[in-house]
């Protein structure tokens, strides 16, 4: 990806005219272009640890050239974004090393056990969280354990229906192997273009079709892990009472510990038919009870959001469409069925049935459509706000259906009242269960002269509201650096024993991603 910027970086670009149009109405315009000609600290690993990690990998996968260490320093949430605009790059890696086996991260991982080095695994590098942050105090050096070239399918089950994965595969090529057979696995977050499958996995990542797909932790059956205290495989059936399931140890555990070399998955053949449409609903409430009916029903379509009145009313679900007239107002829910053509009939005609009865008005395949084609590209959309000084960042959390309402209203406040006057908050569902819902904040507001220091005040409200209301830190963006601090509220202080009880026999000498996610 872009250095300093999310995405391809031929896909980069200016404001559309309509949303130049809507910030400088509400925001002004105030040109803040990232600085290109940055310098980086100079790799810190002695000579001789370097010859060695080159003996371990080969001397082609090991650099410690500037652009490499450049691409692999931190991930992409607007506090990263805005620290590499600006030129801090102090968090570089001494060197990227890329193995290319589960024996070669075997080898990288007691390497670094022997001379005490910090090794933060790398996949797409889409972290939001400060996951890719890790502490280099009291270590020889740190090191980017890129995956990028462990990109093979490995084995397909047809008779399970389960596919074996490199972690290094992003989310196309990996779509890409699997339809060569004949199969899919389903899982589209916003970071598709850009994430892996060994981040999916660490992150407990949750796809834009988790309502027909199911969450990606839900989809993994088995696991080959690396750890310092050697290899680690999980999942030998599809369900087993033989203990507490491990496999959820590894799964959310950002690589602190253990490295994820293997995932198991399950597939489901390529869809012969996908069908989208939008629905207008009076308001947020409506249109989440009507999802709360279908969770409760067993009647979810495959992909199933809805953006609230002020989400709605900028077109985000669209952002080619963003300062366009919304004509149809309201509510916009965006639902999707995948499947054979006559399942997909079948449930879209249930789902419809009952939209209709809550007070849901179809509004046809165009808008569903439209958001299928725009459906990656709002991180862009970011870069270019930040261009012209405006602060946009997202934060999520989770919730059950009885406080959905209460959550909704706390956070909001609390971002604008940190943020002040002239502070746009969105919001959507995009991930809905029988029991509750997520709900995804969109903030955008005047950057000013401290933009870092403004959104770090603001999430830490926004953090310190959700706790409070009983909702999660986090629902699929993990933890990372940014939301340790909140863990502990969460999963109480046993909880957070338990977490160091691991690291602490799994890596012993705390070499995997020091700092990440362990309270």
């Given at each position: 990806?872009?250095?300093?910027?999310?995405?391809?970086?031929?896909?980069?670009?200016?404001?559309?005219?309509?949303?130049?149009?809507?910030?400088?109405?509400?925001?002004?315009?105030?040109?803040?272009?990232?600085?290109?000609?940055?310098?980086?600290?100079?790799?810190?690993?002695?000579?001789?640890?370097?010859?060695?990690?080159?003996?371990?990998?080969?001397?082609?996968?090991?650099?410690?050239?500037?652009?490499?260490?450049?691409?692999?320093?931190?991930?992409?949430?607007?506090?990263?974004?805005?620290?590499?605009?600006?030129?801090?790059?102090?968090?570089?890696?001494?060197?990227?090393?890329?193995?290319?086996d589960h024996e070669e991260v075997a080898a990288v991982l007691a390497w670094a056990v022997q001379h005490h080095v910090a090794v933060v695994p790398f996949g797409g590098g889409t972290s939001v969280t400060g996951g890719l942050v890790a502490r280099r105090e009291g270590y020889a050096g740190l090191v980017?354990?890129?995956?990028?070239?462990?990109?093979?399918?490995?084995?397909?089950?047809?008779?399970?229906?389960?596919?074996?994965?490199?972690?290094?595969?992003?989310?196309?090529?990996?779509?890409?192997?699997?339809?060569?057979?004949?199969?899919?696995?389903?899982?589209?977050?916003?970071?598709?273009?850009?994430?892996?499958?060994?981040?999916?996995?660490?992150?407990?990542?949750?796809?834009?079709?988790?309502?027909?797909?199911?969450?990606?932790?839900?989809?993994?059956?088995?696991?080959?892990?690396?750890?310092?205290?050697?290899?680690?495989?999980?999942?030998?059936?599809?369900?087993?009472?033989?203990?507490?399931?491990?496999?959820?140890?590894?799964?959310?555990?950002?690589?602190?510990?253990?490295?994820?070399?293997?995932?198991?998955?399950?597939?489901?053949?390529v869809p012969a038919e996908r069908r989208y449409e939008g629905w207008r609903w009076p308001d947020f409430a409506t249109g989440t009870e009507a999802m709360r009916t279908l969770a409760q029903a067993g009647l979810l379509p495959t992909v199933l959001r809805l953006s609230d009145e002020a989400e709605s009313g900028l077109n985000l679900a669209h952002p080619d469409a963003i300062g366009q007239e919304n004509a149809d107002g309201a509510c916009l829910m965006i639902t999707g069925y995948e499947g054979e053509p006559e399942v997909v009939e079948a449930r879209r005609a249930a789902v419809a049935a009952v939209l209709e009865a809550r007070g849901g008005r179809c509004v046809g395949a165009e808008a569903g459509e439209a958001w299928v084609r725009g459906r990656f590209d709002a991180p862009y959309l970011r870069d270019a706000l930040l261009d012209v000084g405006v602060l946009v960042e997202t934060l999520e959390t989770a919730t059950f259906w009885s406080r959905r309402e209460a959550v909704y209203d706390v956070v909001r406040s609390a971002l604008q009242a940190s943020l002040g006057e002239g502070t746009l908050v969105l919001c959507h569902v995009s991930h809905v269960y029988e029991t509750g819902c997520s709900l995804y904040f969109t903030v955008a507001t005047p950057g000013g002269d401290h933009p870092l220091e403004r959104w770090l005040a603001a999430k830490a409200a926004a953090s310190d509201a959700m706790t409070a209301a009983g909702a999660t830190i986090t629902h699929h963006h993990a933890v990372g650096t940014d939301h340790k601090p909140w863990l502990t509220r969460e999963i109480g202080e046993l909880g957070g024993s338990v977490l160091r009880a691991v690291k602490a026999d799994l890596d012993p000498t705390g070499v995997l991603n020091p700092g990440v996610l362990v309270p």
């Open positions: 990806m872009h250095p300093s910027r999310w995405g391809d970086p031929a896909r980069a670009g200016g404001l559309p005219d309509g949303a130049r149009g809507l910030v400088e109405m509400v925001f002004g315009v105030h040109e803040r272009p990232a600085l290109d000609a940055v310098t980086l600290p100079a790799s810190g690993l002695a000579d001789d640890l370097l010859e060695s990690l080159r003996a371990v990998v080969g001397a082609d996968h090991v650099h410690t050239d500037d652009a490499t260490r450049r691409l692999r320093t931190r991930g992409k949430s607007t506090p990263d974004l805005l620290r590499q605009r600006s030129g801090d790059l102090d968090d570089a890696p001494d060197a990227v090393v890329r193995p290319g980017s354990l890129d995956l990028v070239r462990m990109k093979r399918l490995l084995g397909v089950d047809r008779t399970s229906m389960t596919a074996t994965l490199e972690p290094g595969l992003r989310g196309p090529e990996a779509e890409a192997l699997l339809a060569a057979e004949g199969l899919t696995l389903g899982h589209y977050p916003q970071s598709f273009e850009h994430a892996t499958i060994g981040g999916f996995a660490a992150t407990r990542s949750s796809g834009q079709a988790s309502a027909g797909y199911g969450r990606f932790d839900a989809l993994v059956v088995a696991l080959r892990v690396a750890t310092p205290r050697g290899e680690w495989r999980l999942g030998t059936a599809p369900a087993t009472a033989a203990g507490p399931d491990l496999r959820q140890l590894v799964l959310g555990s950002e690589g602190a510990f253990g490295v994820i070399t293997e995932v198991t998955v399950r597939v489901r053949p």
